[in-house]
């Protein structure tokens, strides 16, 4: 019982995008724990809400004491009980009361506190003092879609993973050369490219879809026989942007191509097959379980198909999928569920079932690195945390130097 909470204090900072966010501490007798909440673009329809009506403001000026006295004097050893005490606080079924970000970032600073009442990091707190895998780290190399401005790709995140790396290191610096490259190949197809970025740090090229991909296929080959690294191309399609439901298709604007849900999956399965694909998101629709099995069934032997939108870190949502075969992989955001505890609870239920968890940031970010702990804690393959930027960073840093604390780690396993 050393780490009774004596405190729970709330304040509004800012987020990669310049928006508001929360971060929160909590105060037991010997120890702090501090998180912020990130932030969705591409937020899909089932997520808990992250804030009520009034926004942060409300949160601070008229809830900070609420909930204060509602966890003073519990053990923030106890988090499944703490998580039960915010929902029953907000009394809503999607947490529109106090806000999903607002209980998300006290989950985890709780966890947090307790951790370093023990003084102990979160990874082990969280996974064990066996644990010693690291996440293969996808990283963000072109963005378009809702992360990037007019012009850019239809697909959101042209994404990359070293696959061949043995150290976390190498990892991301691996990703780092790739982004560097792909600036150079961009600027080869396009003489205006500025160099500007989208939300999480990936280039913004005014290229078409087809040409993003060919690029990026290229960038993995050239940087990966440099490194001697196998660097395999990914995407996050995060097709419910591009699904107009009164038409019944896909708009790829920048192409001037509309799909249906087959033309979808025949062109999702040919980009597979012709690029080989380690990794594709959200191909469908957050509503098409049946498009995501139809793939599945045809290309889950050789490439992970991983549902974010689909599922948004719900338990319920993924044990659908997992009836359904509807994909391999899932995204696992605590703030789309709300509590670190449900997290658990849903990557335990994709472990049990041979889905991948995939342990990833939003697109608008804070320099908070818990999740390098959770994808540690988790032992889960993949981080999806970006590749550059103060925000992204922050993370892969953190896990140079989880590496740097364990005795024997290694790689995670696919
Ligand atoms: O779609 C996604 O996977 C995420 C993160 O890359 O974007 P957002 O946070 O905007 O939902
Ligand atoms: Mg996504």
Known sequence: MVSIIEDV????ILDSRGNPTIEVDVITWNSKGRAAAPSG????????????KGGIDEVVSEMEDLIASELIGMDAEDLVTIDEVLKEVDGTDNLSAIGGNTTVAISMAVAKAAAASYNMPLYKYIGGNLVNELPFPLGNMMN???????????????????VGATNISDAVFANASVHKRLKELIQSKDSNFTGGKGDEGGWVPNISNDAA??????????????????????????????????????????DGIKRDTGDQIDFVKDIIDTYNMFYVEDPFDESDFGGFSQLTAKVGDKCLICGDDLFVTNKELLAKGIE????????IKPNQIGSLSETYAT??????????PVVSHRSGETTDETIAHLAVGFSSPLIKTGAI??????????????????????????
């Open 389 to 414: 930027g103060g925000e992204r960073i922050a993370k892969l840093n953190e896990l140079i130097r989880i590496e740097e604390e364990l005795p024997n780690p290694t790689m995670n396993k696919f």
């Open 9 to 12: 204090q709330v304040r509004k």
């Open 324 to 331: 359904m075969k509807a994909a391999n992989a899932i995204i």
């Open 347 to 356: 990557v335990k239920l994709a472990k049990e079932n041979n889905i991948v």
């Open 144 to 162: 378009g879609g809702a992360h990037a401005g007019i012009n850019a790709p239809d697909i959101q995140e042209f994404l990359v993973v070293p």
């Open 213 to 254: 991909l060919e690029i990026q296929a290229r960038a993995c080959e050239e940087v990966g026989d440099e490194l001697g690294i196998e660097i395999r191309p990914s995407l996050d399609i995060a097709a419910s942007e591009l699904w107009n439901a009164a038409e019944q298709k896909y708009i790829y604007a920048q």
């Open 41 to 52: 673009a591409s937020t899909g329809s089932y997520e808990v809400v992250p804030y009520p």
